[in-house]
C-alpha cells in the first residue's frame, strides 16, 4: 500500500515539474500547460504578469502582458505565442484551478553569413542566447569534431576546412536545444594560363634600320593601351575631322558675320548722303462766306406829343 501511495507522490511531482522550452526568435512556440484540463479557471503568466484567463463560464480574457497580443490558448490548456520575441524569455506559469505549473522559455537568435563565403573571406556566427539569470550555456560544434565554447566564432580567413554544418548547442538545467547552420565556402577559381603568342615573322626581334635606329615589328595583333593600333588610327582619324568641321564652322560664322556689318555701315551711309524728302500736300483753298442779308433796321420811336392842356 505504502508502494503505491509513494508511486503516485512520484508521478504527480513529474506531472507538476516544470519543463524547459526553446523557441528562435520570429518563430512560433508552443508552450505546454502539463494538464490534462481544468474545471473552472485556467490563468497564463509570465513573471507574474496574466498573459491570457480562461473560465468555464466566460470567453477568453486578455491580460497586461505584451505577449498577449500575439498568443492564444490551445486546446483549453496550452499556451500559443506567435513571432517570438528576445523579451519573451523567462518564467512563464499555467494556474489550473489554483494549481501552479511553471515552465521556462529560452530564446536564441542565430546570426551567420547568408551567402557562399569567399575563400579567404572573413566571416563571423553568433548565437544569441536569452535565459533567466543568464543560466544558459552555448557552444559551436562542427561535425568533423571542431567545438568553440562560446556564442561567437570568428571564421579568419575561410577556406573549405569551414565548409558543412555547424551546430548551435543551448544547454539550460540539462535540457538541450541544437540549431544546424550550413555554411558554404566557394571553391577557388583557377587561374587560367595562356600559352605565349607564336610570332611566325623569321625575325621577331627588334631589326636595326640603316640609320642605326630600331623599328618594332608592327602586326595586326600589336596592342596598345588595351587597344589594337588600327583602333587607334580610327580614333585619331575621327578626332581630325571634327576639328575640321570646328574650324571650318567658325571661319564661315566669322564671314558672315564680317559681311552683315560691312552691309549695314554702307547702308547707313547712303542714307545720310541722300536729303531728307518730306511730303509735300496740296490743300484746296476755303470756300468764300456767304453774304449775310441786312439786318432789319429797328423802327425809329415816335416824336412825343405836348400834353393836352384844359
Known amino acids: 500500500m505504502k508502494t503505491i501511495i509513494l508511486f503516485g507522490l512520484v508521478l504527480g511531482a513529474l506531472s507538476a515539474a516544470g519543463k524547459v522550452f526553446f523557441a528562435e526568435v520570429g518563430q512560433k512556440v508552443t508552450v505546454e500547460c502539463g494538464t490534462q484540463g481544468f474545471s473552472s479557471k485556467l490563468e497564463w503568466t509570465h513573471n507574474t504578469m496574466t498573459i491570457r484567463v480562461l473560465t468555464i463560464n466566460r470567453f477568453p480574457s486578455k491580460g497586461q502582458s505584451p505577449i498577449a497580443e500575439r498568443s492564444r490558448i490551445l486546446y483549453n490548456k496550452d499556451l500559443e505565442i506567435n513571432t517570438v520575441m528576445e523579451t519573451d524569455f523567462g518564467k512563464f506559469t499555467c494556474n489550473v484551478d489554483g494549481d501552479p505549473h511553471e515552465h521556462v522559455l529560452i530564446v536564441f537568435s542565430v546570426l551567420v553569413p547568408s551567402d557562399a563565403l569567399e575563400v579567404g573571406a572573413h566571416a563571423t556566427l553568433e548565437c544569441r542566447v536569452k535565459s533567466p539569470d543568464n543560466a544558459a550555456k552555448v557552444k559551436w560544434q562542427k561535425l568533423n569534431g571542431l567545438e568553440e565554447h562560446s556564442h561567437k566564432v570568428d571564421l579568419k580567413f575561410a577556406d573549405s576546412s569551414h565548409k558543412g554544418i555547424w551546430q548551435c548547442k543551448v544547454s539550460y538545467e540539462g535540457d538541450t536545444f541544437t540549431k544546424n547552420i550550413t555554411i558554404n565556402v566557394k571553391d577557388p577559381v583557377p587561374v587560367p594560363t595562356t600559352p605565349p603568342l607564336k610570332n ?104 412825343l406829343q405836348p400834353l393836352l392842356q384844359e
Open 200 to 303: 611566325n615573322a623569321p625575325n621577331s626581334k627588334n631589326r636595326q634600320n640603316s640609320t642605326g635606329g630600331s623599328t618594332k615589328n608592327w602586326s595586326k595583333d600589336t596592342v596598345f593601351l588595351g587597344l589594337i593600333w588600327w583602333i587607334w588610327v580610327a580614333i585619331g582619324a575621327g578626332g581630325l575631322v571634327v576639328i575640321i568641321l570646328i574650324v571650318v564652322v567658325i571661319v564661315v560664322y566669322k564671314r558672315n558675320k564680317r559681311r552683315k556689318r560691312k552691309f549695314l555701315r554702307m547702308k547707313k551711309v547712303q542714307l545720310s548722303r541722300n536729303p531728307k524728302m518730306y511730303c509735300q500736300c496740296v490743300r484746296q483753298t476755303a470756300a468764300a462766306k456767304p453774304q449775310q442779308g441786312r439786318r432789319r433796321e429797328k423802327p425809329s420811336a415816335l416824336p
